[in-house]
């Protein structure tokens, strides 16, 4: 059993709660621990764009915490893999970098050495299973249903980052792993458009004016459901999406799912053990679609 440094970040606890549900459920039916560290603290992402220097030692720190146990790193929040990866590529790449943090860490007691990956856990999913195993262990088709794939941000840039593992502008990771369970993944226009939820704080009307609009596009699709693997953006379509509702005179009755609430679907996991009771856009109609 593949072992990794299971990296919850801050939103996904008190936010996509879920998320970390389905994402345990899962991972123990393909045969993957998740192995929870105490020492985890946040990845620095909230403070890069005014301290790169905090945040690269936040970063390096918890790149340490998983090292001392041998261990890489799994995340399910997309802001934090993009942090965590690419602190650890300047770390690696920058002459004289790694040693000027670990004179810092030494101070409480820690050290880098270079040895940690870290990776999402649907980039796992998908280089490490594969969609042709995953499609192997589906109990419950999800044929019939038609899927909206929404990548995010942070899941594919920078690019560089990620060593390019695919096009940032036309991925197709999230898509196969949709279509291995049986489901139609649905093109839409905008479909690499932001959620606008980094924004969120700084400008609530333009924020959910780019949300609303992804959300007229997928719902004109005639879509069942969003899918997507980060708790930022679930948070603008999902916990958001009644606000938006009410601003912008519209109705949508979308869900969003994240894929591993998805996957287990389709693997025959409860969907109490998914966590589909704590989405706020309720899922009954879709669970009744398959006969769930």
């Known amino acids: 059993m593949k072992k990794y440094a299971f990296f919850l970040g801050c939103l996904a606890p008190v936010m996509s709660r879920q998320f970390e549900l389905s994402t345990r459920k899962v991972a123990k039916k393909l045969g993957l621990e998740l192995i929870d560290m105490e020492d985890f603290a946040c990845c620095g992402f909230p403070i890069k764009s005014v301290d790169q220097e905090t945040t690269l030692l936040l970063a390096a720190r918890n790149l340490s915490v998983a090292e001392g146990l041998g261990l890489d790193i799994c995340t399910i929040c997309t802001g934090c893999a993009s942090?965590?990866?690419?602190?650890?590529?300047?770390?690696?790449?920058?002459?004289?970098?790694?040693?000027?943090?670990?004179?810092?860490?030494?101070?409480?007691?820690?050290?880098?050495?270079?040895?940690?990956?870290?990776?999402?856990?649907?980039?796992?999913?998908?280089?490490?299973?594969?969609?042709?195993?995953?499609?192997?262990?589906?109990?419950?088709?999800?044929?019939?249903?038609?899927?909206?794939?929404?990548?995010?941000?942070?899941?594919?840039?920078?690019?560089?980052?990620?060593?390019?593992?695919?096009?940032?502008?036309?991925?197709?990771?999230?898509?196969?792993?949709?279509?291995?369970?049986?489901?139609?993944?649905l093109e839409y226009e905008e479909k690499m458009h932001c959620c606008g939820g980094v924004i969120l704080d700084v400008d609530d009307k333009i924020a959910l004016a780019m949300a609303q609009k992804k959300l007229d596009h997928v719902s004109a699709m005639g879509a069942d459901a969003m899918v997507l693997m980060c708790p930022l953006c679930g948070s603008m379509y999902d916990r958001n999406q009644r606000v938006m509702e009410r601003r912008f005179n519209v109705a949508y009755n979308l869900p969003v799912l994240f894929y591993p609430q998805v996957l287990g679907l389709a693997l025959g996991i409860d969907p109490k053990g998914l966590g589909l009771d704590l989405n706020r856009v309720k899922t009954s109609d879709l669970l009744s679609k398959l006969g769930v």
């Open 83 to 185: 942090t965590l990866t690419e602190a650890n590529k300047e770390l690696m790449h920058n002459d004289g970098l790694l040693e000027k943090v670990n004179e810092k860490l030494q101070k409480i007691g820690r050290t880098y050495k270079g040895n940690v990956k870290v990776k999402h856990f649907v980039r796992i999913l998908y280089e490490d299973i594969g969609p042709e195993k995953i499609k192997s262990q589906v109990k419950k088709s999800l044929e019939g249903l038609k899927f909206a794939s929404h990548y995010g941000c942070h899941y594919l840039k920078p690019s560089d980052v990620f060593d390019k593992f695919e096009d940032p502008e036309f991925p197709k990771s999230l898509d196969e792993l949709v279509s291995a369970l049986g489901a139609e993944t």
